[in-house]
């Protein structure tokens, strides 16, 4: 049999592939799926592991911004990494009064470049096994693999885990964390 003088084998094979084609697009963060033609502010208002990162963002100010050309890399944090700071932290962050701390907090999450994973770890690979990632928030975090994971270090120490990498954006890319990444005090 036939299809539009295609034999019945061939023609299954070839939707198959172009099935595993259109699957292969990003990941799914957060139970939805992500947009390479939207931008992160709006891929990540979706996620249900992001609403406290997306909160963040707009007591911070800086929807506009992420909603920017970019590009960017953001290493986005999930509510349970935000969750796991000190009792009383996120709330302190997101009043009016701290906008500035909590802008600083998030732009060190923020590099001004399209950082996909094989990237860095090309980066990591020919600095020796580490290498350093300025930050629009000033800071410098220490990537490094962990085996097959990419992780992040940042300036008080703590070591952020890639769970998701490569989350492609019209703006960018998106690498999900399992932990905030802080400043020095």
Do not use: W
Request: some cysteine; glycine content about 10%.
């Amino acid at each position: 049999m036939r299809i539009s003088g295609i034999p019945l084998v061939a023609a299954a094979s070839i939707l198959c592939l172009g099935t595993l084609t259109a699957q292969a697009k990003n990941p799914m963060v957060g139970g939805a799926a992500m947009y390479e033609d939207k931008n992160i502010v709006q891929n990540a208002a979706n996620s249900k592991d992001h609403t406290t990162l997306v909160a963040a963002v707009k007591a911070a100010g800086l929807v506009e911004t992420l909603e920017g050309d970019g590009p960017f890399t953001v290493f986005a944090p999930t509510n349970e990494a935000f969750m796991a700071l000190p009792a009383g932290t996120v709330d302190t962050l997101l009043k009016p009064e701290n906008k500035a701390t909590l802008a600083t907090v998030l732009t060190c999450h923020v590099v001004q470049a399209d950082a996909m994973a094989a990237a860095i770890g090309k980066m990591i690979a020919d600095d020796g096994g580490e290498h350093d990632v300025a930050t629009v928030g000033g800071c410098v975090l220490k990537a490094k693999m962990d085996g097959d994971k990419l992780t992040l270090t940042d300036q008080t120490g703590g070591v952020a885990t890639v769970t998701i990498a490569d989350v492609k954006q019209s703006n960018g890319v998106i690498h999900v964390i399992d932990r905030v990444l802080l400043p020095k005090s």
